[in-house]
């Protein structure tokens, strides 16, 4: 399995993203400029300009004509796809965090910062159709959760958002009402920070990854604990595979120890682990610094990691993969 190494990015990756077909990559960098590459080859199809800070995150519409990325710039941007235009700037008063367009793509949640004496705040805004009738409005704003919420995503149809963060608690919300739902366990949960969240392709599950050195797998509707993954390493992406019983986590100890030690000994590979058995079966390794994100192609079959060291790396399976028996 020979990685294909895209080099795009002059600062670490921050986030990656597929489009739902799987022919698009997405990655969002600190070096402000959000870049779109072919899936297959990872050829450089373009890039979209207009950001001032750090992106964070990005999501791309079902029929990837849309493009929302979250920005330390204190903005959330709505971009046409295919040619690179602005369509609309969400402002607020501080960083955005996290971004995740609704199913139907009429709704997105966006998390922003703590800053200054703003708390971290959870934004549901409309999105219009036509880009001349977006409109800043939130359609709900929930606040409550101490610390920073590095992810926010939607439950099964919509119903919910489904939070974490800094304060190492998952939090179930209602969509309509900004009500709490539910929210996860002290015992069972997580210890330290939850830095990823992703949902599997039926919505009917999601992993969590954490700096308490392990990845952990929930209902998505009950919030029980399923699983949990334990590691070396502190995580700071996850993704799971939607064709096998895989799950993939990323990570390296922080980057402000990275210069000290042997680029071995760092642990920046990505771990494979059976999702049901939660053994480990295998790594990629790669990176000369941690693994910031991940992310699976829809069908299952090659899968993207981005680094510390600015590279996205794409790698497709060997047919071998897929008949891996523990």
């Known amino acids: 399995m020979r990685p294909i190494l895209m080099k795009g990015h002059e600062r670490p990756l921050t986030f990656l993203k597929y489009n739902r077909d799987g022919d698009l990559l997405f990655s969002c960098a600190k070096d402000h400029t959000p870049t779109v590459w072919f ?10 300009r207009g950001h001032n800070g750090a992106v964070w995150t990005c999501d791309v519409s079902r029929d990837s004509m ?33 971004v995740e367009f609704a199913i139907g793509d009429k709704l997105a949640v966006i998390t922003t910062d703590p800053f200054m004496e ?28 101490q610390g920073r919420i590095n992810r926010a995503v939607w439950g099964p149809l919509n119903s919910t958002i489904i939070s974490a963060g800094e304060d190492a608690v998952i939090r179930i919300w209602d ?27 039926d919505g009917s599950h999601f992993l969590s990854g954490s700096l308490d050195k392990s990845a952990k797998l929930w209902d998505t509707r009950t919030l029980t604990l399923i699983k949990t993954y334990g590691t070396e390493r502190p995580v700071n992406a996850v993704t799971m595979s939607p064709l096998l019983d895989h799950v993939v986590l990323g990570g390296g100890q922080d980057a402000s120890a990275v210069t ?67």
């Not at 309509?176 to 366990?185: H, N, Q, Y």
């Not at 992310?295 to 399976?317: C, I, M, Q, T, W």
């Open 66 to 98: 849309r493009l929302l990325t979250g920005s330390a710039d204190q903005t959330v941007k709505l971009w046409n796809v295919q040619t690179g235009t602005q369509l609309y700037t969400f402002t607020f008063g501080s960083p955005a965090r996290s």
């Open 118 to 145: 703003l708390t971290s705040a959870i934004h549901v805004k409309r999105i219009a159709k036509d880009p001349t009738k977006q409109t800043e409005e939130s359609v709900l704003v929930i606040k409550g959760p």
């Open 260 to 326: 000290t030690t042997d680029h071995r000994a760092g642990k920046f590979e990505a771990k494979f682990y059976d999702k049901i058995l939660q053994e480990e079966i295998g790594g990629v390794k790669g990176h000369f610094g941690p693994i910031n994100a991940l992310a699976f192609n829809p069908d299952g079959k090659s899968f993207s990691s981005g680094g510390e060291d600015g590279y996205v790396r794409l790698h497709h399976f060997d047919p071998d993969y897929f008949n891996i028996k523990i």
């Open 39 to 48: 899936a297959d080859n990872g050829e450089r199809l373009g890039t979209y």
């Open 175 to 201: 969509s309509e009402t900004g009500k709490l739902l539910r929210e996860s366990d002290k015992e069972s949960g997580h210890k330290k920070t939850i830095t990823s969240l992703t949902k599997a392709a």
